[in-house]
């Protein structure tokens, strides 16, 4: 990988500018940045952070060096969303000097042991690059990266059933044969005799019972003439049944 710095040196060479870190100054980041929905990890070495784009590195240009301070993971534990952040946290302070989101996007790689690249979030063709001077420091960061990536692509993917599942489409049952009744209050008419059917009016008036359906309402008064009427009009040989029952 042929990466030149802002004075024609490799970042590598470079880092011996980021200085030394101690306890304390690890224990003020976390604090600085810990929250009761957050989770923060301080890389336990200072690194120096470099800009470039795909058009410089295309004429052979170098990396820009930016600033120096502390790599931090900032693992966001909100409600609906989980998401981690890459924050550079100056020493002595633990202000931010520069920040992004990391997802599956930035393709976060180690092309060297003490070299990490990431592409920046919102601009397609810049690269950041972080330079250190502890390899052992950049093995451990690069390993909570993978690490935390991992858990959120897998709680990502566990929300994404519990959707699915919610929005499921119930399934219909119909009923057994065994479970439907029998008709209740049913009676099948076959066939319309003429003085039958006057009777069973007639009765029906005197019950005040309702007439089955279709052949007409009793007068309240209990005259029987109109009912007598509907019954001659509703006659079996106007109708042509006595015909279909032959």
């Not at 909100?78 to 952040?85: D, G, I, P, V």
């Not at 019954?231 to 079996?236: D, F, K, L, Q």
């Amino acid at each position: 990988m042929n990466v030149v710095g802002v004075a024609g040196q490799h970042p590598n060479a470079m880092a011996a500018v980021a200085g030394s870190c101690t306890e304390s100054d690890i224990r003020q980041i976390e604090r600085f940045f810990n929250s009761l929905k957050s989770r923060v990890y301080v890389c336990p070495a200072l690194a120096n952070l470099y800009f470039t784009t795909l058009q410089d590195m295309a004429n052979l240009g170098g990396w820009e060096l930016q600033t120096t301070g502390f790599p931090t993971l900032i693992f966001e534990n909100r409600q609906n969303e989980r998401r981690l952040l890459l924050c550079i946290a100056e020493k002595g302070t633990g202000f931010v000097q520069w920040k992004d989101a990391l997802t599956p996007d930035s393709k976060y790689k180690s092309p060297e042991t003490n070299f990490h690249t990431l592409n920046v979030s919102g601009d397609a063709l810049k690269l950041a690059g972080l330079s250190f001077d502890n390899e052992q420091a950049a093995a451990e960061l690069m390993d909570t990266v993978n690490s935390w990536m991992n858990e959120i692509a897998l709680d990502s993917e566990s929300n994404s059933r519990k959707k699915k599942k919610k929005h499921k489409e119930p399934k219909i049952v119909l009923p057994k044969k065994e479970t439907i009744s029998q008709p209740c209050l049913f009676e099948h008419i076959t066939n319309l005799d003429h003085d039958k059917f006057v009777k069973r009016m007639m009765v029906a008036d005197d019950n005040t019972i309702a007439p089955p359906l279709h052949f007409g309402v009793v007068p309240e008064n209990g005259d029987t003439s109109k009912m007598l009427a509907y019954a001659e009009s509703t006659s079996t040989e106007d109708s042509g049944l006595d015909e279909l029952h032959e």
